[in-house]
């Protein structure tokens, strides 16, 4: 079991950055890829990063390619999520995630991660 907690969201205007961090406890000693998700209201959640266990392996939504960046550190078992130029469109709930043990390489498909963190609010105003 990995339970997932994001902090760092908030209130930022556009062009700005934040980052969120997700930290993991449990069985954080595992190989599991781990992703970050948004959903905005009346929206679907969608894939914003994924990042394989060795953080040797990224993957962006094309939406946020260039603007964010995704790694990790399994030493304090913490992925982080660094957003730069941030735009109205960004706002939305972030969810961090991760797969199963031995599931080393990210995903962009929600149901291929089987922890959830209870997510973090972003609000980017114009």
């Known amino acids: 079991q990995v339970q997932l907690v994001e902090s760092g969201g908030g209130l930022v205007q556009a062009g700005g950055s934040l980052r969120l961090s997700c930290a993991a406890s449990?069985?954080?000693?595992?190989?599991?890829?781990m992703g970050w998700f948004r959903q905005a209201p009346g929206k679907e959640r969608e894939f914003v990063a994924g990042?394989?266990?060795?953080?040797?392996?990224?993957s962006y939504a094309d939406s946020v390619k260039g603007r964010f960046t995704i790694s990790r550190n399994n030493v304090k078992a913490t992925v982080y999520l660094q957003m730069n130029s941030l735009k109205p469109e960004d706002t939305a709930v972030y969810f961090c995630?991760?797969?199963?043990?031995?599931?080393?390489?990210?995903?962009?498909?929600?149901?291929?991660?089987?922890?959830w963190g209870q997510g973090t609010q972003v609000t980017v105003s114009s």
């Open positions: 449990g069985r954080t000693d595992d190989g599991y890829a």
């Open positions: 995630a991760a797969r199963a043990y031995g599931y080393t390489w990210p995903s962009r498909n929600s149901y291929e991660y089987v922890y």
């Open positions: 990042i394989s266990w060795s953080g040797g392996s990224t």
